[in-house]
Nanobody, 125 residues
Framework: QVQLVESGGGLVQPGGSLTLSCVVFGSTISTYTMGWFRRAPEKEHEFVAAISGGGGKTVYSDSVKGRFTISRDNAKTTVTLQMYNLEPEDTAVYYC??????????????????WGQGTQVTVSS
């Protein structure tokens, strides 16, 4: 059974940085597209970023493009989201997700079959 465990969330001031990590247990991830989503209070799930199985392709939402970077280390079964120049609007629970359908670089939640429990990111002064 594949399990995803996120870490790295916390409280940061506007303009600050955080790095989120997602470790995958129970499977190799070299063929999975991995994604990050977030849910802010009273808002719907929002796509943040995704990276293809080999790491050669990435896609970002317009709201984080240029500020966030997604990367992966398949040997360590880890996916990382580096977040820079954080804004209060980035406050949310961030979720790591795995798409087990080969060859897709999806941006919609229903395309991802496995989800982590989430990690809270709060951007506030």
């Amino acid at each position: 059974q594949v399990q995803l465990v996120e870490s790295g969330g916390g409280l940061v001031q506007p303009g600050g940085s955080l790095t989120l990590s997602c470790v995958v247990f129970g499977s190799t991830i070299s063929t999975y597209t991995m994604g990050w989503f977030r849910r802010a209070p009273e808002k719907e799930h929002e796509f943040v970023a995704a990276i293809s199985g080999g790491g050669g392709k990435t896609v970002y939402s317009d709201s984080v493009k240029g500020r966030f970077t997604i990367s992966r280390d398949n040997a360590k079964t880890t996916v990382t989201l580096q977040m820079y120049n954080l804004e209060p609007e980035d406050t949310a629970v961030y979720y790591c997700a795995a798409d087990t359908l080969l060859g897709r670089l999806g941006t919609r939640g229903h395309e991802y079959a496995v989800w982590g429990q989430g990690t809270q990111v709060t951007v506030s002064s």
